[in-house]
C-alpha cells in the first residue's frame, strides 16, 4: 500500500481543471510528475491514456473501458448522423446541423468533458482519477489548438492554385 501513499500527494498538487479554462498543466509536464510518483505499470496505464483512442484492449483499466465505449458510441452517433440525409437529433442530443464546425467540436469535446467527469464520481486518489485528469488535459489540449489566425493560413495555402 506504500504507492497509494503517493496517490494522496501527487492528486493533491494537481490543479483543479475546468472546460475552457486556457491555464492548465500541459502533458508533458503532467507525465513528468506522473513518472517521479506512480510505478512503472501505472505510469504504463496513464501515459498510455489517449482521447483517441476508442478501442478497448485486454487489461485495460475499467474506467478507460468505460471512456472508451462512450467515445465509440459517439462516434458511431456522429458516423449515423453524417449517413442520414434529413435532420437527425442524436441519442446524446446533439444538432450536429448547427452551428460552424468548430462550434460543434467544441460541443463534442465539452460532451466528452462531462462524460469525463461523471466517471469521476467515487474516485479521489487512486489511478483512475489520474487517468481521467489525463483524458481532461487532453480534451483542452484539443480545445486550445483552434486558432483562426492558423487555419486561414493553412486554408489558403491549400487553396492556392498550383501554376
Known sequence: MQAMDKYYYFVSQLPF???GQESYVDRESFLEQA???LSAKDFSSVSSVNLDDFYSQAGDNEILVNYKNFEKALREEIAFFRKSESYVRTSFNLN????????IEKTLLHLRWKFIESLEEGHFF??????????KIQVLE?????DKKKGAVIFDKLCEVVG
Open 126 to 135: 487512486d489511478l483512475e482519477i489520474l487517468i481521467l485528469h489525463f483524458l
Open 17 to 19: 481543471l475546468t472546460f
Open 96 to 103: 450536429l446541423n448547427e452551428g460552424t464546425p468548430l462550434e
Open 142 to 146: 484539443r480545445l486550445f489548438t483552434f
Open 35 to 37: 513518472r517521479k510518483w
